[in-house]
């Protein structure tokens, strides 16, 4: 089995930064794409940031310049370094790994518990 567990999350101000990390674990053979989506309620959970196992990154217009994703392969792990936050930015934020768990088997999506993030004074 895979888990991904989702670290970070917590209140700040506006304006403030939070670090998201998120460790993959248990029967992995390899790790392909990483990436963050984000939540609110009654709206779909959507894209924030991801990251190819060559480290080539992509953002929703929304966070770019703000946002900043990067990924340790060595220890299945990505982060997510959010600066100048913005009320809007409160959400759910999960992680999301595209991972192999043998040489032979597909490459599967898996997805974190998430973390809250509120941004509020």
């Known amino acids: 089995q895979v888990q991904l567990v989702e670290s970070g999350g917590g209140l700040v101000q506006p304006g403030g930064s939070l670090r998201l990390s998120c460790a993959a674990s248990?029967?992995?053979?390899?790790?392909?794409?990483m990436g963050w989506y984000r939540q609110t309620p009654g709206k779909e959970r959507d894209l924030v940031a991801g990251?190819?196992?060559?480290?080539?990154?992509n953002y929703a217009d929304s966070v770019k310049g703000r946002f900043t994703i990067s990924r340790d392969n060595a220890k299945n792990t990505v982060s997510l370094q959010m600066n100048s936050l913005r009320p809007e930015d409160t959400a759910v934020y999960y992680c999301?790994?595209?991972?192999?768990?043998?040489?032979?088997?597909?490459?599967?999506?898996?997805w974190g518990k998430g973390t809250l993030v509120t941004v509020s004074s």
């Open positions: 248990g029967s992995i053979f390899s790790v392909s794409a």
């Open positions: 999301e790994a595209n991972i192999r768990t043998t040489s032979w088997g597909p490459l599967m999506d898996y």
């Open positions: 990251i190819t196992r060559g480290g080539s990154t």
